[in-house]
């Protein structure tokens, strides 16, 4: 198994799931420089990213210490909460079709 939770190193992450691992990261409070290194995203993608969860808010930016700390909303919470439902729905309907008659 590889770090993240790949099993295949040559597949791609699409976005909800990027922004899952960002909002997962981000629950407790995390500072951009620590979502960037633990979401595995360049400067640029970074960015791309907490404006679009701002925006929609996902994610809300609190300044401790002149420090700029980004924690997941309720709304954010509640996106996670659907992202891992949706996630086994698909993992258990995968497993399922395997057993089911071909017609």
Known sequence: MIKGGWTDPRKRRDRLYIISEILSIAKDGALKTQIMYKANLSFAQLNEYLSLLLEMKFLEPIVLNEKTVYKTTPKGLEYLQS?????????KGGEKSNSLPSF
Do not use: A, G
């Open 83 to 91: 992202y891992s439902e949706i996630s086994d729905l698909l993992k």
